[in-house]
C-alpha cells in the first residue's frame, strides 16, 4: 500500500532557525508529491508539488527518489510559519486520490 | 484562482435527524470533489471520491448508506449525514480537483463543524 510517513507529530524551533521537516513515502514508481500547508483557523492550501520545483514562502523541497524522502525545508523560520503541514503523494489509481501524511505542527518561537 | 465554498460552516443538529453539506467550485468546474473528516489535531481522513455523473467511491469503513453524496453538476457536490449521531461531530471538508497552471492540484473548502446533540 502506498503511504506517506511524517516522523514528527510537534517540531518547535526559534525564530531564524532552519527548520526541516521531514516526508517519506513508500516506493512506487514516480510519485507526484505536495506539501500542503493549514494554518490555525484557516482552510488547507496548496503549499509547492516537487514537478514546480519552486520555492514559495521561502520554502523548498526536493524529491530524493534514493531515500523516498520529500523534505520541507526553510532556511530561517518566522513566527507566522507556525502551522500544521502535511505532506501528499497523489495516488496513482484514475481518481488521484491524495495520501497524507499524519502532519507535523510546527511552532516557530520568538 | 480558484475556489471552494462549503455551506453550512458549522451546524447543530439533534441525534436522529440528517445534514446536508454543499460543497462548491466557484469558478471552476469539477469533475471530481473529495470528501474529508477530520479529527481535532489530526490528520484529513478521506471519506469518499465524488464523481459528476457517477456513484461516488467510498474508502474502506466508510458507511455508503450513511454519508450519502450526490455530485450532480460539474461545481456542486453534497454530502448528507443520515441520522447523525454523537459521533458523527466532526469537521468535514470537501475538496476539488481542477488544473492550475502547474497541473492538476486539489483546492480545499474552508470545512463545516458538525455537532450532534
Known amino acids: 500500500a502506498q503511504r506517506v510517513t511524517q516522523p514528527e507529530k510537534l517540531l518547535s524551533v526559534f525564530k531564524g532557525a532552519p527548520v526541516e521537516l521531514k516526508c517519506n513515502y513508500s516506493y512506487s514508481g514516480s510519485p507526484e508529491l505536495f506539501w500542503y500547508v493549514q494554518y490555525s483557523r484557516q482552510r488547507l492550501q496548496l503549499l509547492l508539488r516537487h514537478i514546480s520545483r519552486e520555492s514559495i514562502k521561502g520554502f523548498t523541497a526536493d524529491l530524493n527518489k534514493g531515500e523516498t524522502s520529500f523534505h520541507l525545508k526553510k532556511p530561517f523560520a518566522q513566527e507566522e510559519d507556525s502551522a500544521m503541514y502535511y505532506c501528499a503523494r497523489a495516488n496513482a489509481g484514475n481518481n488521484r486520490k491524495l495520501i497524507w501524511g499524519l502532519g507535523t505542527s510546527l511552532a516557530v518561537n520568538p | 484562482g480558484a475556489v471552494v465554498s462549503q455551506h453550512p460552516s458549522w451546524v447543530i443538529c439533534k441525534s436522529g435527524t440528517s445534514v446536508k453539506i454543499e460543497c462548491r467550485s466557484l469558478d471552476f468546474q469539477a469533475t471530481t470533489m473529495f470528501w474529508y473528516r477530520q479529527f481535532p489535531k489530526q490528520s484529513l481522513m478521506l471519506m469518499a471520491t465524488?464523481?459528476?455523473?457517477?456513484?461516488?467511491?467510498?474508502e474502506q469503513g466508510v458507511e455508503k448508506d450513511k454519508f450519502l453524496i450526490n455530485h450532480a453538476s460539474l461545481t456542486l457536490s453534497t454530502l448528507t449525514v443520515t441520522s447523525a449521531h454523537p459521533e458523527d461531530s466532526s469537521f468535514y471538508i470537501c475538496s476539488a480537483r481542477g488544473t492550475s497552471g502547474e497541473g492538476e492540484t486539489q483546492y480545499f473548502g474552508p470545512g463545516t463543524r458538525l455537532l450532534v446533540l
Open positions: 465524488s464523481n459528476e455523473g457517477s456513484k461516488a467511491t467510498y
